[in-house]
């Protein structure tokens, strides 16, 4: 089974999108993330835009790969799994990674029951991922090669022949290059450099 090396996320926030039912408002937006960190930012931020809201309902994900993800649904006050999972089913529908959803409520007076709040918070949701525009990255590993400079033409050779991307380099007596490679390749190019005389490669720690 090959490695999955791709996936999907959103580069900018969303424009704000807004769902009505029975007077109660359902503000969707969707961000970009890669740590919980970045979670709480866009939350208070939302919480001070809308201070006067009911609820601040979210979900989120991030992680490349399906092993990796952390992912969080909170109802904010709504009655269990009516808005939190609602929204992470969106995210999960439309296949996207390192990204928030919240759904910002204002209550219009009329009880929406359970499944009526299912229903609300998942098309804002819906509406703020249909919103955003979704790429498709690929996943790379970063590794160092460490090599003396007389080796420096073999190394070059070979970063051009496979057409390696470079991100970082310190060519002096003894040199140091940094290149980035999809996850599927990764394998290939590693025992590649690894057979070379006198010419080191090791993973660079994310």
Known sequence: MIEKDTYKTIVKPSPEVLFKDRNSKFYGY???????????????????QHHQARHWCYAYQHGKQEQDYVYRANDDGEPNNSAGMPIYGQIQSFEVTNVLIVVVRYFGGVKLGVGGLINAYRTGAQLALEASKIVTRTINVAYVISFEYKHMNTVMRII???????????????????ISVRLKNAPTIFETFEA???????????
Do not use: G, R
């Not at 022949?161 to 003894?174: D, F, M, R, Y």
């Not at 070379?196 to 994310?206: C, G, M, P, Q, R």
């Open 196 to 206: 070379l005389y006198e010419i080191n490669i090791k993973k660079l720690n994310d």
């Open 30 to 48: 969707a961000f970009p993330i890669t740590s919980e960190d970045d979670v709480k930012i866009h939350l208070e931020a939302l919480k001070k």
């Open 160 to 178: 051009k022949e496979k057409n390696l991307n470079v991100i970082n380099q310190t060519l002096e007596l003894s040199c140091e290059i940094v």
